[in-house]
C-alpha cells in the first residue's frame, strides 16, 4: 500500500514536470495533458488509493503551476475522475484502443469546458488547435498505460 | 480483486468538491488574501518543479561553455571589459549628474531621485499556458521580490512579478492582455495608458489628436501608476492610426525590451518613487520637502 502512494505521487509529480517543460510555442499546444492521464489512469486502476480527492489536489497543483483561476482545473479534473470512475468497471476492461478513444473523449469534453470558461480563443483555427491536445492526448495514452501499469507492477512485487 | 468492487464515487464528495473549487475561484477572482497565501505556498512546490527541469538546460549550456572557442572565449572577456570600462566612465558622470538633479529638485520641490535596487534573475521557464504572457524567474521571496515589483532588461520594462514565491517568481510581460502601465509619450509630456493586447505589441487608445506624437517616439513610464519608476524607457511607436469621427487617435507601439529571447532580467526590488515610498512621496511634494535640508547640504558639500 506504501509503496503504491509513492508512486502514485511520483508520476504525478512527473507528470506536472511534463506539462510544464519548456517547449516552443508551436509544440506546446500539442503537449498531451500529462498530469490529466496520469489521474485518469490512477482512478481506473487504484481507485482505492486515487480518488476525486486526489484528482482535485492535482487539478489545484495545475492550476497554481500555471497561474490560472486557482480551482478551475480543480474542478474540472475532480468532474473527469467522477466520469471515469462511474464508468470504470467497463472502462478498465475494455481493449486498450477504445479506452484511449474514450479517454480522448473525455479530455475533449474537459478542454471544451475549459475553454468555454477562460474564453481566450474567439476564432475557428486558434479553436481546433486548441482542442487538437485531444488527438495528442490520444496517441499518449498508450505511453502512460504502458509506463504506469508497469511501475504499478513493479511497486506492487 | 480490486476490478469487482464498485469503488463508485459518492456524490456527497463530488457536490463538497465541486462547491470548493467553485468558491475558491470566487475567491480568487476577488483577490482573497488567504487564497494568495495558498496559490504562494502551493506554487513554492511548483516554481521548484520548474527551477528543477531547467537545470539540464544549465548544464547543457555550461558543458558547452566547456568547448567552447578560447580564442572567442578571450575576444568576448576583451569586448566585455570595454564595455565595462565605458559604463563604469559613464556611470561616474551618471553620478555627478544625479547629485546635480537631486539638488535641483530639492530647490524645486523636495523630491529626491534615488537609485533603485536591482536584482539580476535568470528565466527559468514559463507556464504552458498559450495566450498568457507569463514566465518564471529563478529568484522569489527570499530575495525579496515582491508581486508587484517591476522587472526590466538592459533596455526597457519587460512587465511586473505577478506572483512570489520561496523557490521562484512568476513576472508577466507588458504585452499580456491583462497587463497595463502608465507612460509618458514622447517628448509631449501628456502621460496615457498603454495597455498589451496578447500579441508582440501594446496599444495606447483615447489619445486627443492634437498631441505631438511621430512614429519612432519613445514612450517611457510616468510613475503615475505607483507601480513603475519613473522615466524607463517602454516601447516605441510604430504606428498612429486615427479615428476622425472621434477626435482620438490610437498609437500602436513595439516594446524596447527583447521579450523573444530574454535570459537574463533585473528585478527593481526598491522602487524609489513608486512602491513603498509613494504614499508619503505624495505628499512631500505638497507640503513639506522630502529630503531634510542638513542632509541635503552635506551631500552638496561633499559634492565640491
Known amino acids: ?157 | 480483486m480490486a476490478l469487482f468492487d464498485t469503488h463508485r464515487p459518492g456524490f456527497n464528495r463530488l457536490l463538497v468538491l465541486v462547491v470548493v473549487s467553485i468558491a475558491l475561484m470566487s475567491l480568487d477572482r476577488v483577490g482573497t488574501r488567504w487564497v494568495g497565501q495558498v496559490d504562494q505556498g502551493l506554487g513554492s512546490v511548483t516554481d521548484g518543479i520548474i527551477e528543477t527541469i531547467h537545470q539540464p538546460v544549465v548544464m547543457v549550456r555550461s558543458i558547452g561553455r566547456w568547448f567552447g572557442d578560447r580564442n572567442e572565449l578571450h575576444g568576448e572577456l576583451d569586448r566585455l571589459r570595454e564595455e565595462n570600462t565605458l559604463l563604469r566612465g559613464q556611470m561616474q558622470q551618471f553620478v555627478s549628474l544625479k547629485r546635480e538633479v537631486d539638488e535641483l529638485r530639492a530647490l524645486l520641490d523636495g523630491e529626491a531621485s534615488d537609485v533603485p535596487a536591482v536584482l539580476l534573475a535568470r528565466r527559468v521557464g514559463h507556464p504552458p499556458t498559450p495566450n498568457d504572457h507569463l514566465f518564471t524567474i529563478g529568484r522569489g521571496f527570499g530575495d525579496d521580490i515582491r508581486p508587484g515589483d517591476p522587472v526590466i532588461d538592459a533596455q526597457g520594462v519587460v512587465g511586473q512579478v505577478l506572483r512570489s514565491t520561496a523557490t521562484g517568481a512568476t513576472v508577466i510581460e507588458l504585452t499580456s492582455r491583462d497587463h497595463m502601465l502608465s507612460v509618458v509619450l514622447g517628448e509631449s509630456g501628456r502621460t496615457a495608458l498603454l495597455r498589451g493586447t496578447g500579441a508582440d505589441h501594446l496599444v495606447a487608445e483615447r489619445i486627443p489628436e492634437r498631441t505631438k506624437v511621430r512614429p519612432g517616439d519613445l514612450l517611457t513610464t510616468s510613475g503615475i501608476d505607483e507601480a513603475f519608476p519613473r522615466g524607463y524607457p517602454v516601447a516605441r511607436i510604430s504606428k498612429i492610426e486615427t479615428d476622425e469621427a472621434q477626435g482620438f487617435i490610437r498609437l500602436i507601439a513595439e516594446p524596447v525590451a527583447d521579450l523573444s529571447r530574454l535570459d537574463y532580467v533585473l528585478v527593481v526590488t526598491a522602487p524609489p518613487d513608486g512602491g513603498t515610498s509613494t504614499p508619503s512621496g505624495a505628499a512631500e511634494t505638497i507640503d513639506r520637502p522630502a529630503v531634510p535640508p542638513a542632509t541635503d547640504a552635506a551631500e552638496a558639500a561633499d559634492g565640491d
Request: aromatic share 12%; proline share 4%; glycine share 6%.
Open chain 1, 1 to 157: 500500500m506504501a509503496t503504491s502512494w509513492f508512486s502514485i505521487l511520483f508520476t504525478s509529480l512527473a507528470a506536472l514536470a511534463l506539462v510544464l517543460m519548456p517547449l516552443p510555442e508551436g509544440v506546446q499546444v500539442h503537449n498531451p495533458q500529462w498530469l490529466l492521464l496520469v489521474v485518469i489512469f490512477w482512478s481506473l486502476y487504484r481507485p482505492a488509493q486515487a480518488g476525486l480527492l486526489y484528482a482535485w489536489v492535482a487539478g489545484l497543483m495545475l492550476d497554481v503551476a500555471t497561474n490560472g483561476l486557482l480551482g478551475l482545473n480543480a474542478l474540472m479534473f475532480t468532474l473527469t475522475a467522477f466520469l471515469v470512475l462511474s464508468l470504470r468497471q467497463r472502462l478498465g476492461v475494455a481493449p486498450l484502443l477504445s479506452q484511449a478513444l474514450l479517454v480522448a473523449g473525455f479530455s475533449l469534453l474537459y478542454l471544451m469546458a475549459s475553454l468555454w470558461v477562460e474564453g481566450v480563443a474567439t476564432d475557428l483555427a486558434s479553436m481546433a488547435a486548441y482542442l487538437s491536445r485531444a488527438l495528442s492526448n490520444l496517441a499518449a495514452w498508450p505511453v502512460i498505460y504502458f509506463l504506469l501499469s508497469r511501475l504499478a507492477r513493479l511497486a506492487e512485487r
